[in-house]
């Protein structure tokens, strides 16, 4: 069974940059055509998109995002990371890791993280 | 950008009711890339749909979705206790897109 688990701090000043690794468990994450997703929720509200990147490296970003955005990946630790700069109250939120499954004919997040709670706050 | 509307905001029922769930994109989008999630409190969605129309893996078969170009639905069959719960529809254009999404709670 595949795992997904987000690490990181939980409170980030603003201006400063947030940093989430993701650690996948009961699967190599370079193994199959996947994509590998950072998807956030801010308190009370829906699912935003922030990007994805292949197990080859290919990152792309939402484009409201992506000036602010890194998404990178580890195979040799079987990880990926997020890292989201200059960062506002308004970056409060849940952030997941999920597996974009789907290959290239469907798109669509069918494994997900619990989630981690990052506060922006001084 | 794509734009996804869902209706109504909150749908409240009585266990054992049909749910239909309705999700409008602001322009056609391909059927293959529009999916539904369950999302209860504190927990992390789940895919329930992908493909429009097909239940992903364990999914009972009382969900079901449909639609095509600018209109998708989603329905639960008869309503159980454990499926009071927020959905979301996404779909993909040159991102990912989630609506944002219905509530369904009990009446």
Same mark, same amino acid.
């Given at each position: 069974?595949?795992?997904l688990?987000?690490?990181?701090? #939980?409170? @980030?000043?603003?201006?400063?940059? %947030?940093?989430?690794?993701?650690t996948?468990?009961? *699967?190599?994450?370079?193994?199959?055509?996947y994509?590998?997703?950072w998807? +956030?929720?801010?308190?009370?509200?829906?699912?935003?998109?922030?990007g994805?990147?292949?197990n080859? #490296?290919?990152? =792309?970003?939402?484009?409201? %995002?992506?000036? +602010?955005?890194?998404?990178?990946?580890?195979?040799?630790?079987?990880?990926?990371? %997020?890292? %989201?700069?200059?960062?506002?109250?308004?970056?409060?939120?849940?952030?997941?890791?999920? +597996? +974009? *499954? #789907?290959?290239?004919s =469907? =798109?669509?997040?069918?494994?997900? #993280?619990?989630?981690?709670?990052?506060? @922006?706050?001084? | 950008?794509?734009?996804?509307?869902?209706?109504?905001?909150? &749908?409240?029922?009585?266990?054992?009711?049909?749910?239909?769930?309705?999700?409008?994109?602001? !322009?056609?989008?391909?059927?293959?890339?529009?999916?539904?999630?369950? /999302?209860?409190?504190? /927990?992390?969605?789940? &895919?329930?749909?992908?493909?429009?129309?097909?239940?992903?893996?364990?999914?009972?078969?009382?969900?079901?979705?449909?639609?095509?170009?600018?209109?998708?639905?989603?329905?639960?069959?008869?309503?159980?206790?454990?499926?009071?719960?927020?959905?979301?529809? /996404? !779909?993909?254009?040159?991102?990912?897109?989630?609506?944002?999404?219905?509530?369904?709670?009990?009446?």
């Amino acid at each position: 069974q595949l795992l997904l688990q987000e690490s990181g701090p #939980g409170l @980030v000043e603003p201006s400063e940059t %947030l940093s989430l690794a993701c650690t996948v468990s009961g *699967g190599s994450i370079s193994s199959g055509s996947y994509y590998w997703a950072w998807i +956030r929720q801010p308190p009370g509200k829906g699912l935003e998109w922030i990007g994805s990147i292949s197990n080859g #490296g290919s990152a =792309y970003y939402n484009p409201s %995002l992506k000036s +602010r955005v890194t998404i990178s990946v580890d195979t040799s630790k079987n990880q990926f990371s %997020l890292k %989201l700069s200059s960062v506002t109250a308004a970056d409060t939120a849940v952030y997941y890791c999920a +597996r +974009r *499954g #789907g290959g290239s004919s =469907y =798109y669509y997040v069918d494994v997900w #993280g619990k989630g981690t709670t990052v506060t @922006v706050s001084s | 950008e794509i734009v996804l509307t869902q209706s109504p905001g909150t &749908l409240s029922l009585s266990p054992g009711e049909r749910a239909t769930l309705s999700c409008r994109a602001s !322009q056609s989008v391909s059927s293959s890339y529009v999916a539904w999630y369950q /999302q209860k409190p504190g /927990q992390a969605p789940r &895919l329930l749909i992908y493909g429009a129309s097909n239940r992903a893996t364990g999914i009972p078969d009382r969900f079901s979705g449909s639609g095509s170009g600018t209109d998708f639905t989603f329905t639960i069959s008869r309503l159980e206790p454990e499926d009071f719960a927020v959905y979301y529809c /996404q !779909q993909y254009g040159s991102s990912f897109i989630f609506g944002p999404g219905t509530k369904v709670d009990i009446k």
